[in-house]
């Protein structure tokens, strides 16, 4: 799942051996991509050697109302209050509630992210801005920015359909477009080694998921003219190689529980755009429940819709806490 089996509550790279200091707070050591090693955990330099500042996730052409000003503040190591007799190296340290990296129970990142999710959540878009690690320590917060992500976030967050409405029409590509956009499609063509082996990994889990539950999704689904249909094209090529190469084992168990089911096994044919919106009834945290503010008479829920949604995405996603 995106929080690699919910063991990790802050994208790793961006947040090495995270401490708390004296005032409560807590810090994070950032680094480079091509000195962290993910087997280890562990950063091989230091991220301000050469950098001066960390500025990263941050889009400093978006700012209030449509994302956190994460220009406002300039974002240096900082001074780790420790007790006196800690021998711990605090050296280039910045404070996790400065910075917009990747959190959540499905991930959300950059400044406008973390301001559309508190906006929907809570109806107050400066909430996650002023501190974004309420994500990581919050659980209401992390499952809430999930559930805004799957249900709410739209293509670039300003148009399109959702991640839901993607798979309501059978579309597992569509779901991934709209989720990572350019970072992971085309499929084929990753900006990095970690997301190739983002897809990898996300091709695998969808295919454990989908021969569990018998469920049929399309990697490459042919839209024609559809504008409400999205594409990632070359999934479907890393499902049928790593069927062949035997790095996706349960890929080749769902082809074949796929073909000796068909073709009682189908696409779900509810109609994807009468998904209901969290924007339309915004679901506000309060303790460790939610409740709808527009509707103060009913009872503290979050419709089954979006649980079920949550656990399908939570299951076929791969790691992004790389």
């Known amino acids: 799942a995106d929080t690699e089996g919910y063991s990790v509550i802050r994208e790793s790279r961006h947040c090495v051996d995270p401490i708390t200091g004296t005032d409560g707070k807590v810090y994070c050591k950032p680094c480079k991509e091509e000195h962290f090693r993910k087997s280890t955990g562990r950063c091989e ?140 499609c085309p499929a084929l063509n990753r900006v990095s080694r970690v997301h190739a082996q983002m897809v990898h990994t996300r091709v695998a889990e969808v295919c454990k998921s989908g021969s569990a539950l018998g469920v049929y999704l399309e990697m490459d689904k042919n839209c024609g003219n559809r504008t409400d249909c999205l594409q990632c094209e070359g999934l479907a090529e890393i499902f049928e190689t790593c069927q062949q190469d035997g790095t996706c084992p349960n890929c080749t168990t769902w082809a074949q529980s796929l073909q000796t089911m068909s073709p ?3 696409p779900p044919t509810a109609d994807p755009s009468s998904a209901p919106s969290l924007s339309d009834n915004i679901w506000v945290p309060t303790g460790d429940q939610w409740w709808n503010r527009d509707d103060e008479s009913s009872s503290m829920r979050l419709g089954a819709w979006s649980f079920v949604s949550l656990s399908f995405v939570l299951l076929s996603a791969g790691s992004l806490f790389a």
């Not at 499905?106 to 508190?118: L, R």
């Not at 959540?121 to 002023?130: E, H, I, K, Y």
Request: with cysteine.
């Open 45 to 184: 330099q230091d991220y301000f050697a050469s950098e001066a500042r960390y500025e990263e996730y941050c889009d400093l052409t978006k700012t209030l109302p449509q994302g956190c000003s994460c220009g406002a503040h300039i974002v240096r190591p900082v001074h780790v209050p420790m007790p006196v007799d800690s021998d711990v190296d605090t050296t280039g340290y910045i404070k996790a509630s400065k910075v917009y990296f990747t959190r959540g129970a499905i991930q959300i990142s950059w400044n406008i992210d973390y301001y559309g999710a508190s906006q929907s959540m809570l109806g107050d878009g400066t909430v996650l801005c002023n501190n974004p690690d309420l994500v990581s320590t919050r659980p209401k917060y992390a499952w809430g920015v999930g559930i805004y992500k799957w249900m709410e976030k739209l293509t670039f967050g300003t148009w399109g359909v959702t991640a839901h409405q993607q798979i309501m029409d059978g579309n597992f590509g569509g779901s991934v477009q709209v989720l990572y956009g350019t970072l992971e």
């Open 264 to 266: 009682t096994v189908a």
